[in-house]
């Protein structure tokens, strides 16, 4: 009870000056937080650098909620490789091992296949219609490393947004009431 | 300054830091780990041999494949993941590669073993160039870790060769 009092005191001994300052405080935070995910993506190449794996189709390996680094290099695309790739139409990235390569000898373009490694057949019911295989213009990265369960954080802000909305405002009153 | 906000902030932060920096060391504890694993595969049977009706050739193919991972694996490792692939060139491809077998492996006490196996998945070339092919069989294995960097080798297997008709 002592701290929702401490809250609402402090609420009210606001002054304009010291509100600009949180704000600008709050802005750089935020601005700071954006730089270096953007910085993320140039070092390692990809549009996303980290991803959270959001189904079973990957375990025991990679389970929900586990995040996953990505990188994506020049060099080409090999069997056994876990790569992130999207489906045209489809807005979710699919996390999955390529288990099938052919690599054209004169362009050197590849046709990839994915499969996930619980799942029992390969990805070709996950592709668009008609489509066979995967090119490298489809793939975001490749996995070099993952932390578990880190992702749900995550995971519970996409499924119940109103975790989120609370958290910011929880942030947002600690900016306020701070006295410096 | 002494606030309960900062104070839980401080925590959280340090809890935060602490946790991402053991996840650095034990994954960095796994480049200390130097394997030596051991590989053996032999084709015992060309089942069948044939031109599909989409004019790509397939073949399958009875695999006696026998292995030792166990050096693979350290303390942070959740499991290795192995496959053996079938690789060859083509006049029209120079590199062809098609997975025909994989496992998950849970525990270093699995990780040495001998099987006997049907290609898990189907050996359909890009064209009709597999007659008489030689190919090279390579296990692949994967090293999942608990927590940190996944590290990939493989063993290459040369001098397999296919049948020179259709059977």
Redesign the interface.
């Known amino acids: 009870m002592w ?1 929702i009092g ?1 809250t609402v005191d402090s609420i009210r001994s606001i002054q304009v000056r010291q509100l600009i300052n949180q704000a600008v405080s709050l802005g750089m935070i935020v601005t700071s937080a954006l730089i270096i995910w953007k910085a993320l993506m140039c070092i390692t190449g990809s549009e996303s650098p980290v991803v959270v794996v959001l189904s079973e189709s990957m375990e ?3 389970k929900r909620g586990d995040i996953l680094f990505l990188h994506m290099s020049k060099d ?1 695309i ?5 790569v992130v790739f999207n489906i045209d139409g489809r807005d979710i990235p699919i996390v999955h ?1 390529v ?7 004169d362009t ?1 373009e590849v ?1 990839v296949l994915t ?1 996930g ?1 619980n799942n029992d057949g ?1 990805d070709r019911v996950l592709y668009a219609e008609g489509q066979l295989w995967l090119q490298r213009q489809h793939i975001m990265g490749r ?6 369960n880190v992702g749900w954080v995550t995971i519970i802000m996409t499924e119940k947004p109103i975790v989120k909305y609370i958290l910011v405002g929880l942030l947002g009153l ?1 900016v306020i ?2 006295k ?1 | 300054m002494h606030s309960f906000g900062y104070r839980l902030n401080a925590l959280l932060t340090l809890g935060v830091t602490t946790l991402a920096l053991m996840c650095a060391m034990a994954s960095f504890s796994d480049n200390f780990n130097h394997p030596s694993p051991s590989a053996n595969v032999q084709v015992m049977n060309v089942n069948w041999f044939q031109k599909q009706s989409s004019g790509n050739d397939e073949v399958s193919l009875t695999l006696k494949i026998s292995a030792d991972l166990q050096s693979t694996f350290t303390w942070n490792t959740k499991q290795v993941f192995a496959f053996l692939a079938a690789e060859y060139e083509t006049p029209g491809n120079s590199l062809n590669q098609i997975s025909l077998w994989d496992s998950i492996i849970p525990s270093k006490e699995r990780a040495k073993f001998t099987i006997h196996t049907k290609n898990k998945y189907r050996l359909i070339d890009q064209g009709s160039n597999l007659r008489g092919k030689e190919f090279n069989l390579t296990l692949h294995w994967h090293v999942m870790p608990k927590t940190g960097k996944m590290f990939a080798d493989k063993i290459v297997m040369t001098g397999y060769r296919l049948p020179v008709d259709y059977r």
């Open positions: 701290l401490e025991p390996g990679f080409p090999r069997a056994g490789e876990i091992r288990i099938k390569v052919h690599e054209r000898q050197g046709d499969k490694d390969d996995a070099i490393g993952f932390l578990p600690l009431t701070s410096d």
